[in-house]
């Protein structure tokens, strides 16, 4: 090869080193960056009576820790179910088709690693509860104060718990025996971003349930989901998100009650930031028909979640959630509470120590 020729194209590869490899780091630091200011929702479950034994989707965000970065996050969700199907309301009906009455309480840890700048990988175990309760006067004095639908709560036992009623064949079944306490269905999962870059950053969160249930949960059986989500940024403040996906599960009955093999489920949140530290976000959840021989059982699913994060510091992130149901209480909670605390890495942006100018 001539010299100079030689000489050339060792200049042209030190040029294109310069511009792909900062270029290349650039990207990554904008992923970590944005996703150091966007929180995303804070991913608020279904935990209807009924829907407890079912893996649910909920929504979430596509943005990925980056790799070597680990998160936990421990979370409480204290929910409240009330639906009825009868002739009238009150605890004597002829002819009760179903009576869901009672609440939830799950203790939610999950830890969730990053083994690429793309791709994260997570574990999710939840230890959770349900019985009467105590939040039947809190909501009958909210429904009161903001002159919502309250299903005739005040006609039934107050912080009673009773899951019971008939099946499209008429043959009855019952819960009423199985409150108390239990480990939930383990939950592995598995988050793709697919696009960052652009104005959307897209992704795919695949989940597999696993049979690990206790005492009153166990038998639930394996259950397979898959979301594609994606995140808009709107403005310097605003972040929109949308999802869609799906579960999948063994119709085999759970004490009684069978349920619908394939399921699809959607979201729609905004996130505002109004300070750096500071995210509210409003979020509504759909789904298809959870229960499929339960006489006259709704056959959708919907509602909404109001969410707050605080940033206590680079590392740990308050979380405070509430669920309401304005149209249907029959399958969704009715009201829900949600209080959680996120443990992780600072990003590169966060971490890095300011400097003051230097002085000429």
């Keep these: 090869m001539n010299p100079r020729h030689g000489r050339l194209a060792r200049q042209y590869a030190l040029i294109a080193a310069t511009l792909v490899v900062p270029s290349s780091a650039r990207g990554q630091d904008s992923t970590l960056d944005a996703d150091s200011r966007r929180f995303g929702p804070t991913e608020i479950r279904d935990e209807h009576l009924l829907a407890q034994p079912r893996l649910t989707l909920p929504a979430t965000t596509?943005?990925?820790?980056?790799?070597?970065?680990?998160?936990?996050?421990?979370?409480?969700?204290?929910?409240?179910?009330?639906?009825?199907?009868?002739?009238?309301?009150?605890?004597?009906?002829?002819?009760?088709?179903?009576?869901?009455?009672?609440?939830?309480?799950?203790?939610?840890?999950?830890?969730?690693?990053?083994?690429?700048?793309?791709?994260?990988?997570?574990?999710?175990?939840?230890?959770?509860?349900?019985?009467?309760?105590?939040?039947?006067?809190?909501?009958?004095?909210?429904?009161?104060?903001?002159?919502?639908?309250?299903?005739?709560?005040?006609?039934?036992?107050?912080?009673?718990?009773?899951?019971?009623?008939?099946?499209?064949?008429?043959?009855?079944?019952?819960?009423?025996?199985?409150?108390?306490?239990?480990?939930?269905?383990?939950?592995?999962?598995?988050?793709?971003?697919?696009?960052?870059?652009?104005?959307?950053?897209?992704?795919?969160?695949?989940?597999?349930?696993?049979?690990?249930?206790?005492?009153?949960?166990?038998?639930?059986?394996?259950?397979f989901g898959l979301q594609c989500v994606a995140a808009r940024r709107l403005g310097s403040a605003f972040d929109v998100f949308?999802?869609?996906?799906?579960?999948?599960?063994?119709?085999?009955?759970?004490?009684?009650?069978?349920?619908?093999?394939?399921?699809?489920?959607?979201f729609l949140a905004l996130e505002w930031r109004p300070w750096p530290s500071l995210s509210l976000a409003a979020e509504t959840n759909a789904a298809s028909r959870l229960v499929r021989d339960i006489d006259r059982y709704p056959e959708s699913h919907w509602l909404i979640n109001g969410e707050l994060r605080v940033r206590l510091s680079p590392t740990a992130q308050l979380e405070v959630g509430f669920t309401e149901n304005f149209a249907s209480q029959m399958g969704t909670t009715d009201v829900a509470f949600q209080f959680g605390l996120r443990i992780k890495p600072a990003s590169r942006r966060e971490s890095r120590p300011s400097v003051p100018p230097s002085r000429q």
Excluded: C, M
């Design 62 to 223: 596509p943005d990925t820790l980056g790799a070597g970065r680990t998160a936990f996050r421990a979370s409480v969700l204290w929910s409240n179910s009330f639906g009825w199907t009868q002739e009238r309301s009150g605890e004597n009906p002829a002819n009760r088709r179903f009576l869901v009455d009672g609440e939830t309480a799950t203790l939610d840890l999950t830890l969730t690693h990053g083994l690429r700048a793309n791709l994260d990988a997570g574990l999710r175990l939840p230890i959770a509860w349900r019985g009467g309760g105590r939040l039947d006067s809190v909501i009958d004095a909210w429904h009161r104060l903001f002159k919502l639908p309250d299903g005739n709560r005040t006609d039934f036992r107050s912080d009673a718990y009773r899951v019971e009623g008939k099946n499209t064949l008429g043959q009855p079944f019952s819960w009423n025996q199985e409150a108390g306490v239990g480990l939930g269905s383990a939950e592995a999962f598995a988050r793709w971003r697919l696009s960052d870059g652009g104005p959307w950053t897209s992704g795919l969160i695949g989940r597999v349930a696993l049979p690990t249930g206790t005492g009153p949960f166990a038998g639930n059986g394996p259950g």
């Design 242 to 266: 949308v999802g869609l996906g799906g579960t999948a599960q063994p119709a085999k009955p759970v004490r009684g009650v069978g349920y619908e093999r394939l399921r699809g489920h959607g």
